[in-house]
Structures are given as C-alpha cells and as structure tokens.
T-cell receptor, first 112, second 112 residues
Framework: DGGITQSPKYLFRKEGQNVTLSCEQNLNHDAMYWYRQDPGQGLRLIYYSQIVNDFQKGDIAEGYSVSREKKESFPLTVTSAQKNPTAFYLC???????????FGPGTRLTVL | DQQVKQNSPSLSVQEGRISILNCDYTNSMFDYFLWYKKYPAEGPTFLISISSIKDKNEDGRFTVFLNKSAKHLSLHIVPSQPGDSAVYFCAASAHYGQNFVFGPGTRLSVLP
C-alpha cells in the first residue's frame, strides 16, 4: 500500500526542547517537502528536497532543520530557535519538484 | 504579497446545488494549478489539476476552469454533497522550477 506516513499524529514538547517529526514515503518519489499550517492560513513551505543528500530552504526555514539521507525519509527537526513552533506540520512528496504533491496525514505539535 | 488568493474564507451551499470556489493569482508565469481538499487534522488530498494549455478539466463531479487573461481559476462541484464539507486549497506553480504556492483556503460547508 503506497503512501506517505507521518508520525506521531500528536506531539507535545516542553519549550526549549528540540523535537524531530518523521516523514516516510514508499512512492519512489524524488522530491519531498515540509509545510506548516497555522489556523486560518494556507500552507507555508519550510524545507524541500529534490534528491537524496540535497535540500533547500523554503519560505520559513528559520528554527528548523532537515536531512535527506534516504530517498524514503525526510525528517524535520523543530529546534528551540523556532519562536512559534506550535502548529500542524505536513509532509508531502512528488515525482519531481513541479509535479503534483501528495500529502501525509500531518503531525500536530504543541509546545507547552 | 500573496501570489495566490482565495478571497472567500468560507462558503455555504445547499446539498445538491453547485459549489463554486474561486482562486486568483498574480504571477503570470504560473502555468500549472492544483486543487486540494482538506479535512481537519488530516493532510490535504489532491482533487484535480489544470495546465495552462487548457481552460477546463473535468473529473466526475469536479470541474476546474482557468481564465489566464484574468489570472483566475475556479473549482465547480456539482452536485454538492455533505461529504464535500472541507477546506479547499488552490495551489500554483511555474514549470521553470518555482515551488508550488498555496492559497489560504476556503472552508466549504454543504448543508443537508
């Protein structure tokens, strides 16, 4: 069953702690993305990767880091430098950068 | 400056009638457009796309119309069903390599 998985669905962390969100896909897609959604707003791009071992900053990369060591995996770390980390985080993938993106179910991160 | 706008934050429609969701864009280089549907606490689901070489694309109850001169696209859902109640996002990209830009979304409520 092909798709994109994100875990966990809900995540709680104390202020000042780093936290890593998981994203895995078995669609054999080259490109992967991380977005953030805040209430009443659209999706804002945090980071994207077009190929293994390469990634680029999106519009709101400050306070986040990523890695792309495997084609299937694109974990996102929310660092303590991110000023407003509480949000709904969405991972997506596509065959190539300009193709239709398919999304995972999302992770809701709450920083207490 | 928002490159993709969805000026109606919400829309209510009676079951069985037509739903029309609108999207405007400012970047004349955009040539590929997507519509996504999103339920609360879930990832967006791809609905339908349209390339700038077409002015209409149809898939079942969903039809997307593109007016390039007006930089406007719309999604028509006929007939509307209660299960269509969700937030709808419009997204646009330019095939020269720009990432997709998402609109802020329109919340559709289909009333029984």
């Amino acid at each position: 069953d092909g798709g994109i998985t994100q875990s966990p669905k809900y995540l709680f962390r104390k202020e000042g702690q780093n936290v890593t969100l998981s994203c895995e896909q078995n669609l054999n897609h080259d490109a992967m993305y991380w977005y953030r959604q805040d209430p009443g707003q659209g999706l804002r791009l945090i980071y994207y990767s077009q190929i293994v071992n390469d990634f680029q900053k999106g519009d709101i990369a400050e306070g986040y880091s990523v890695s792309r060591e495997k084609k299937e995996s694109f974990p996102l770390t929310v660092t303590s430098a991110q000023k407003n980390p509480t949000a709904f985080y969405l991972c997506a993938s596509s065959i190539a950068r300009t193709d239709t993106q398919y999304f995972g179910p999302g992770t809701r991160l709450t920083v207490l | 400056d928002q490159q993709v706008k969805q000026n109606s934050p919400s829309l209510s429609v009676q079951e069985g009638r037509i739903s029309i969701l609108n999207c405007d864009y400012t970047n004349s280089m955009f040539d590929y457009f997507l519509w996504y549907k999103k339920y609360p606490a879930e990832g967006p689901t791809f609905l339908i796309s349209i390339s700038s070489i077409k002015d209409k694309n149809e898939d079942g109850r969903f039809t997307v119309f593109l007016n390039k001169s007006a930089k406007h696209l719309s999604l028509h859902i006929v007939p509307s069903q209660p299960g269509d109640s969700a937030v709808y996002f419009c997204a646009a990209s330019a095939h020269y390599g720009q990432n997709f830009v998402f609109g802020p979304g329109t919340r559709l409520s289909v009333l029984p």
